[in-house]
Each structure stands twice: as structure tokens, then as C-alpha cells.
């Protein structure tokens, strides 16, 4: 096998990873929003069983674990979703695995063992915060860094898959246009943090339960600005409790949680339509205009699920699609970044 077919190898191995990354995140979301992320108490087994416990076991299950009655769905929810998971964990293990003994001689050769080094690595990280989500009932700082992890290792496997095919969006770029686009990095730059916070924000969001805590909209309960409480809203050194499903905060902290989500929308349209037109413009005809069409059909896309989230109160087909949506408009911000870091002063630049 030449190194060509390598390549291209890993880069459908890479790009089936992306796709399983996703379905693993849509399954973690509907499982955090059918409240069943406590459906098996225990980690990694379920009720100590490595299926959901049925018959006799039940019994057996309860007086194990007095407070946590067994229900069959929301266990059933909980472990195919870790099933994916540890799926989707042991497929990277073989893309690095495979990645690292393909690799071809010399330091140059632009091969990205580093990045997969770092990818099954993180992916154990990972796995161990799915874990504390269990062990630590919900705890909002951690359920939130594990869905910030999912994001992460879906990114990571795009980048992958766009350095193992050795992909140049450069076709048609002159050196003036190519000056023109390559300025927009500032502001992809920007964009790109504008959306890490609102991911953020939306994460933080679900797992302190406040989606709902603004269910009209433009105004919240009734009222342009209601009384928030930011300080305990946003307590980063909030003490571990026995269970947090169903969140503990009060009505103040959740409502300036989930205004907080609102203005950072704003500010995320606002910033990201604004880089999506600037790349249609001095990209088209091109592949970086098609990724400013793309990357302003995504942020459309996911502004009328927030907004349905809002309007239909929250149900749980629209909200594990905001979810999705926003990985996705991750991955196109993501793509941006990398052709345009690519992109020198008179086309395409390895870097």
C-alpha cells in the first residue's frame, strides 16, 4: 500500500469518525434532556450489569442502590449512549493506531502524528469525565466540560480527516484575492471565540436546567429585564450536592443564565453572518464563498431552532438539533480557519 492509499485510508476512517462523533453527541444531548444522564447510577456498568438489569435482577438492582429505582428506559437511554461511545473511542484508537504506524519517514512530511497523540488522549480525558457526570450526579461544571469535550473531539477528527486527505481550497485564488481573504482571519478568529462561548453558554444552560426559565420571548416572564442573579448564576466553585437532576438553582440564577445565552446569540449572529458575507464576497466563485453560503445556512438553521426551543418549549427533537446545530457550525468555522491559515500572500501556503 502506497503512502497515497494511506492516506486516503485514514481520511475515510477519519471522516466516518466525524459522523459517529455527531451521533454520539445528538444521543449524549437527548440523554441529558431526557433527564435520563442518572438512568444507570453506577459507571461504567448499569446497576452493576453490563445491560440494563430486567426480572429478577430488578430487585436485586434496587436493594443495591435504594435510591436510585430502576427505570427501564431512561437506563436503556443512558447505556447506548456509552456503547456509542465506547465505540466511537475505540475507532479513533485504531485511526491512531494506524495513523502512527503509516506514518511516513521524516519530520516534514506534514503527517499529523502530534494531533492524533493528542486525540486519544483527549479522548480518555473524555471518557473520564463521562464517567464523573455519573459519579458526581450531574454536577453542571462537569457535565458542562464533558459536552465541551464532545465538541472537541468532533473537531479534532475533522481536523484529521482535513490533514490526511491533504485537502487545498485554492482553486481560482490570485494573489489579490488571496490578500483579501486571508485579512479575514482577524475575524475568523474572533468568530470562532464569539461561538466557543455560546456553546459554552448553551451547555452551561442545559445543565443548570434554565432553558425554560425565559419561555416567551422577546421579553422573559413577562418583562424586558426580571430580576437575575448572576453571581450565584454563574458560581463556578458551586459545592458538589447528592444529585443535581433537575438543577438546584433559583429562579434569579437561572434567569440571568439563560438571558446570558439570549445576548450571546445576538452577539454570535452579529459576528458570524458578518465573516459568512465578507467570505461570499471576496470568495465567490470559490470555495470560501461556498463556505460563507454554508456558514450562514448553518447559523440560520440555528437561530430558528433556538428560537423554536423558545416558542414550542423546548421539545426534545428541537433541542437535541440545537445541539447537533451547533457542532455543525463548529465544523464549518473550522474549515474557514484552516483554509484561510493556509492561504498565503499568493495562494496556498503550508504552514
Known amino acids: 500500500m502506497t503512502d497515497t492509499q494511506r492516506a486516503n485510508t485514514l481520511t475515510k476512517l477519519a471522516v466516518i469518525a466525524v459522523f459517529f462523533a455527531l451521533i454520539v453527541i ?3 444531548a437527548y440523554t441529558r434532556l431526557a433527564d435520563a444522564g442518572l438512568g444507570c447510577p453506577d459507571w461504567p456498568g448499569c446497576y452493576g450489569h453490563l445491560t440494563v438489569p430486567s426480572g429478577d435482577k430488578v430487585v436485586a438492582a434496587e436493594l443495591a442502590f435504594p435510591d436510585a429505582p430502576v427505570e427501564s428506559y431512561k437506563a436503556w437511554v443512558e ?3 456509552r456503547y456509542l461511545a465506547t465505540a466511537l473511542g475505540l475507532l479513533i484508537i485504531v485511526i491512531t493506531a494506524l495513523g502512527l504506524k503509516w506514518a511516513p519517514a ?3 512530511s506534514g503527517w499529523p502524528r502530534k494531533h492524533l497523540i493528542f486525540l486519544l488522549l483527549f479522548v480518555c480525558l473524555q471518557g473520564a469525565f463521562g464517567a464523573w457526570t455519573v459519579t458526581l450526579k450531574l454536577w453542571p461544571k462537569i457535565v458542562t466540560l464533558h459536552l ?3 465538541f472537541t473531539v468532533l473537531t479534532l477528527l475533522s481536523l484529521a480527516a482535513i490533514r490526511f486527505s491533504r485537502w487545498r481550497p485554492d482553486a481560482g485564488v490570485d494573489g489579490d484575492r488571496a490578500h483579501g481573504l486571508r485579512a479575514l482571519l482577524p ?17 452551561w444552560t442545559s445543565t443548570n436546567y434554565a432553558a425554560l426559565a425565559c419561555p416567551d420571548l422577546p421579553t422573559c416572564q413577562g418583562e424586558m429585564w426580571p430580576e437575575t442573579d448572576f453571581q450565584s448564576g454563574f458560581n463556578l466553585l458551586q459545592e458538589i450536592g447528592p444529585n443535581y437532576l433537575g438543577g438546584k438553582l433559583d429562579n434569579a440564577s437561572r434567569i ?7 445576548i450571546g446569540a445576538i452577539v454570535a ?8 458575507l465578507a467570505l461570499i464576497r471576496r470568495g465567490r466563485g470559490t470555495v470560501y464563498g461556498r463556505l460563507g453560503q454554508l456558514m450562514l445556512v448553518a447559523l440560520s438553521v440555528q437561530i430558528a431552532l433556538g428560537l423554536s426551543n423558545i416558542w414550542f418549549q423546548l421539545p426534545i427533537a428541537v433541542a437535541t438539533a440545537h445541539n447537533l446545530g451547533a457542532a455543525i457550525l463548529l465544523q464549518v468555522l ?3 480557519l484552516y483554509a484561510l491559515r493556509k492561504l498565503g500572500p499568493n495562494g496556498w501556503s503550508e504552514l
Open 148 to 150: 465541551l469535550g464532545g
Open 269 to 276: 449572529t452579529l459576528v458570524i453572518s458578518g465573516l459568512a
Open 256 to 262: 440571568a443564565i439563560h438571558q446570558s445565552h439570549r
Open 334 to 336: 473550522v474549515f474557514t
Open 187 to 203: 475575524m475568523g478568529w474572533v468568530a470562532m471565540a464569539v461561538l466557543c462561548t455560546q456553546i459554552f453558554l448553551g451547555g
Open 106 to 108: 521524516g519530520k516534514s
Open 26 to 28: 445528538g444521543k449524549g
Open 79 to 81: 447505556m447506548i449512549h
